[in-house]
């Protein structure tokens, strides 16, 4: 019997979940930002930053350069794992096994 495998890559995670709690930042440029050494440093984008030459691992000073109006908030690192954990026991009615794979 052949085996298959799916893999879901779920690359705004973070940002959708922000976006269903305001659907006001739908189409509004913001990022997650973590504190590294005295900068605040871009840890996530949404797809509207990412358009517009805001990447991740940019400071946020430079970010705000480029598009002054970007909104950002703190990143919650124990966000990810918790959807992902949260997924995968919704998709295991469908499979009989599923796994996440962090951080990405």
């Not at 189409?27 to 805001?54: W, Y």
């Amino acid at each position: 019997m052949q085996k298959r495998f799916a893999s879901i890559w779920f690359r705004y995670l973070k940002t959708d979940w922000f976006i269903r709690r305001q659907p006001n930042l739908k189409e509004v440029p913001f990022v997650l930002v973590t504190p590294d050494h005295g900068r605040m440093m871009i840890s996530t984008a949404n797809s509207v930053a990412l358009k517009q030459d805001v990447t991740i691992g940019m400071v946020l000073a430079d970010a705000k350069a480029i598009i002054p109006s970007l909104l950002y908030f703190d990143d919650k690192p124990e966000l990810a794992p918790k959807l992902l954990k949260g997924i995968a026991e919704w998709c295991i009615r469908y499979s009989p096994v599923a796994a996440i794979d962090l951080p990405n």
